[in-house]
């Protein structure tokens, strides 16, 4: 799998996305699933009917906007859904009513500490209704009287979920998850959505090992009723996987490993850091907050772990109006990180179990494999015959070539290297 793989237009359909009233439900998500579809036309959209149970959550009601906006006494526009629609706390419900400024303040949200941000503000499970502004707005609102009116709608409907399932060879996949609820901010989360459709593009063309399950999910609610459904399956199959979210940045490489910590893509990932040379920010469990938290759980343990660049919750135009496409997420940013992660699943398409073929340790000088003067072995200059026997000594069927490599503290291109001679003279399989 070392075909090349291409970035075009990667920064034009975030643009695309840019403007989309996204939330859990309701047509901004299929709006965007529409643009999906022109680059994957083969995904394929489950929908979840409101009020359906998933383990301990209920699927919320379907949420859609027409109009909201603030005015004072005098007709001046306050704030207007349509000029930006973070301006409007996400699933809000409809209000026609004048009230004071006493009131209104009640339902208004602002950051002090970023004056020029719009905050992003959902209440997904509580009725509420609500506006966000930057603060100096907010402190430039005078005592008055104010109309305020949304005209959005709360119905029985569906939350849709994304998937796309490329075969491979083999039933065991490689799942990569990202998540399709934020409106516009672009490194949360359109660039997710970006990259994970750019590797999907990319995967469906080539020759693959594993197979490959590109879901977009809502988040949390999105990944229980996934998994709800699909939990046997799941566990059965599932070897690798990737959250992928917040990967849009050029500041910084990040890692949130998975509950277990020591998988397959933690591996991975850690390791193509390494060999790259370049400086990461890893994270623990404890630091988890996106839908990590759903496909590690208890019972759930999913070998997933999370690629970022900026940690969501951590950069800060996080969760405002400041995250944007050109001073946050970048076009070279987007590359590099399709690019990475392009890496990392051929890193993991190229990992198998060896298997000893030989009871006790095979007599290496007689495979030349070994230097008759206890030198330097002939399979690399940094593999000396201790490492090779190391790598004997856990080929049992059970431990994959990433498993080999980090319990021997050994460079993963050498144990490959190791590896395919071994088998060339049968001392694995």
Known sequence: MNEEISTEGIYDFCKK???????????????????ITDILPELIIHSYQSGSKKF????????????????????????????????????SEPISKVMSLNELD???HSRPDLPDAIPYVTSYYQRYWGFCMTDTQRKALKESSYDVFIDSEL????????????????????????????????NNEISGIAVATWLASWLRKKKRKFTYRILYVPETIGS????HDNINHLKKNVIAGMNVICCGDERTYSYLPSRNGNTIIDRALKDLY???????????????GSDERQY???????????????KYAEYPEYHTSLDTLGDVVTEAGLQSSVLFLKEVIEMVEEDFFPEATHLCEPFLLKYN??????????????????????????ADGKHSIEDIAWKIDEDIETVIEACKMLQEKKLIK
């Open 17 to 35: 996305l840019w403007p989309i009233n996204r939330s859990l439900t309701g047509p901004g998500v299929r709006e965007t699933f529409k643009h």
């Open 56 to 91: 301990d959550w209920t699927v919320p009601q379907e949420w859609s906007v027409n109009e909201a906006w603030i005015k004072d006494n005098a007709g001046n526009e306050v704030v207007n859904f349509q000029n930006n629609n973070l301006h409007l706390v996400g699933y």
């Open 106 to 108: 009640k339902h208004l």
């Open 155 to 186: 119905k029985s409907g569906s939350l849709d979920i994304g998937e796309l399932v490329i075969p491979g060879e083999t039933d065991k996949e490689f799942l990569i998850s990202t998540n399709i609820c934020h409106p516009s901010m672009a």
């Open 224 to 227: 229980i009723a996934y998994i």
């Open 274 to 288: 390494k060999k790259k040379g370049i400086k990461f920010k890893e994270y623990s469990w404890l630091d988890r």
């Open 296 to 310: 590690c759980a208890p019972g759930v343990d999913l070998p997933i772990a999370t690629f970022t660049r900026s």
């Open 369 to 394: 494999l070994s230097d008759s003067l206890g030198g330097i072995s002939l399979v690399s200059s940094t593999l000396r015959n201790k490492s090779l026997r190391d790598i004997l000594t856990y």
